[in-house]
């Protein structure tokens, strides 16, 4: 039996062998160091070794060129840091939680107020990255900006004054001498209109308004040329640029006024023609397209007198209830009072932003009220100059405009087909009339107490309407072209009607 000495132990199966340590080395290699260094052997064996690895191809040497490596950084990383700096400013922005604000804030920027299906948190989180982009200074800039614009605008629709003629001044203490007593007659008459009972009131009113529904039939009267506008009177326009003077009721021919070289605008009486007037005293005037104003007498064939300083189509003339003075109306945006008396302009009023149409008087005389192709309406006090009430709610021209003879109803006739009733001692418009089915050439209260208002249109007809309630009373249908103008006597028993159709008709209770 052998005996076998135990063998040494080796590393068990599948363990990694150990590492071999390489020599270590004690002391410090510096003293020998600097004895190669005092011999030159470092330099030269460097600067042979430095050549062969140049010629080599292993060692290239720069000429001071320096590469700096955050100009070459990746786009990427540019992308992202920039994007890390933006969502750090964009902590930092406080945002308002209000959310008309954050609309307002958005809108001033020029960004879309509200996105499909965007929610207020998602759109306050979106103004704040907006302005963690543009920089919060880009808001208080549109914000100075708006201010500005504000200020400017309200700079620019104050009320300016200039010094105005010593005439002016003389006419308009003339005319609140004029207008303050038949301001207290016209009170003193609602007064006693009151005490009467409403009962009676009522019971009158609604006869009237039977007897023109009932009874209001139209005698049809020719004109041998084509009328354009409005007879004010028994006077009717051509578009040749003669006016004709008609008798009333038989409507015969009176005088042909020849002056005008192009389409008359309109024609109107002075308010004390034919009642106190002498036939040679001026009693008509006349405006054209040529921006020409003429004044009549009832005895001439030719005019008496021309109102110049017009460079602009004039489109109405009105005379002022006192005879004194004539108002015109010009496409220069601009409208003017003329006294007769003076034979002069004494007001040069601007106020609408394009051309002035239409223009109406108040009965007492104080007021005169403006129609604009701007859609909108002033009322003016002439005793002062300043405008009392701006009348804005048509949507398209304003082309005619009356007062109506209570003293504090004003109706506009428009081209979006409407007419609009007005109140001045509210400062608003108390009902708007459907009234036609295309636009309104003119309007007319009944001249004596308003008991009905009287329109009319390109839809070929005249409508009147009950004053108060503004319901629909008579139809006038019988012209067979646009109802260009109308007009009611002084004492309301006939109207008049002019049209398109080169006719002209007088409609009167049976």
């Not at 804030?105 to 982009?133: D, H, K, M």
């Not at 200039?162 to 007593?181: F, Q």
């Not at 504090?408 to 409407?418: E, K, P, R």
């Not at 309407?465 to 646009?482: D, V």
Request: one cysteine or more; proline letters at 5%.
């Amino acid at each position: 039996m052998g005996f076998n000495p135990p063998k040494a132990k080796g590393p068990e199966e599948g363990e990694p062998p150990p590492a071999k340590r390489g020599p270590i080395f004690y002391g410090s290699l510096e003293e020998k160091e600097r004895e190669r260094l005092a011999k030159g052997e470092a330099g030269l064996l460097a600067k042979e070794g430095m050549k062969a690895a140049m010629e080599a191809g292993n060692i290239n040497i720069s000429t001071g060129e320096v590469f700096d490596l955050e100009d070459h950084m990746s786009e990427r990383q540019a992308e992202v840091l920039a994007e890390f700096e933006r969502r750090k400013r964009a902590r930092q922005i406080n945002v308002s939680t209000d959310d008309s604000e954050v609309k307002a804030c958005l809108r001033a920027l020029g960004e879309p107020i509200t996105l499909f299906g965007e929610g207020p948190a998602e759109r306050r989180e979106r103004l704040r990255n907006i302005l963690s982009v543009v920089g919060t200074d880009a808001l208080k800039k549109t914000r100075k900006d708006d201010d500005r614009s504000k200020k400017s605008k309200e700079e620019y629709q104050q009320t300016w004054y200039h010094e105005g003629p010593r005439s002016l001044k003389t006419a308009r203490l003339w005319l609140a001498n004029y207008s303050l007593p038949r301001a207290a007659k016209r009170l003193e008459e609602a007064r006693l209109l009151k005490e009467i009972p409403e009962a009676t009131r009522t019971s009158q009113r609604q006869e009237l308004h039977k007897s023109l529904r009932v009874g209001l039939a139209a005698a049809l009267l020719f004109c041998s040329q084509g009328l354009a506008d409005p007879p004010e009177s028994p006077a009717g326009i051509q578009l040749s640029g003669l006016c004709k003077l008609w008798s009333v009721p038989d409507c015969n021919l009176v005088h042909t006024l020849r002056g005008h070289n192009t389409n008359v605008g309109a024609i109107v009486f002075h308010p004390k023609a034919t009642v106190s007037l002498d036939k040679k005293d001026i009693s008509l005037a006349s405006c054209a397209a040529d921006g020409s104003v003429k004044l009549w007498n009832l005895e001439s064939d030719e005019p008496v007198a021309d109102i110049e300083g017009h460079s602009m189509r004039v489109a109405r003339v009105m005379w002022h209830p006192s005879g004194r003075f004539l108002g015109t109306t010009c496409y220069d945006h601009s409208w003017r009072l003329w006294d007769l008396e003076a034979q002069e302009e004494i007001l040069h009023q601007e106020g609408h932003s394009k051309g002035v149409y239409d223009i109406a008087f108040h009965t007492d005389g104080s007021l005169a009220g403006t129609g604009g192709l701007d859609a909108f309406g002033r009322v003016w006090d002439l005793r002062t100059g300043r405008c009392i009430m701006f009348l804005e709610g048509h949507l398209k021209e304003i082309y005619g405009i009356n007062f109506s003879p209570n003293g504090y109803h004003v109706a506009t006739g428009s081209g979006d087909n409407t007419c609009k009733v007005w109140d001045l001692r509210q400062r608003k418009c108390i009902y708007t009339i459907p009234a036609h089915q295309n636009l309104v050439t003119g309007v007319r209260f009944e001249p004596n107490h308003g008991n009905f208002l009287l329109t009319g249109a390109y839809d070929n007809t005249a409508k009147i309407w009950t004053h108060p309630g503004w319901s629909p009373l008579k139809t006038l249908a019988g012209h067979e072209g646009k109802v260009m103008g109308l007009d009611i006597s002084l004492d309301g028993q006939l109207i008049a009607t002019c049209s398109y159709d080169r006719t002209f008709k007088l409609w009167t209770a049976e």
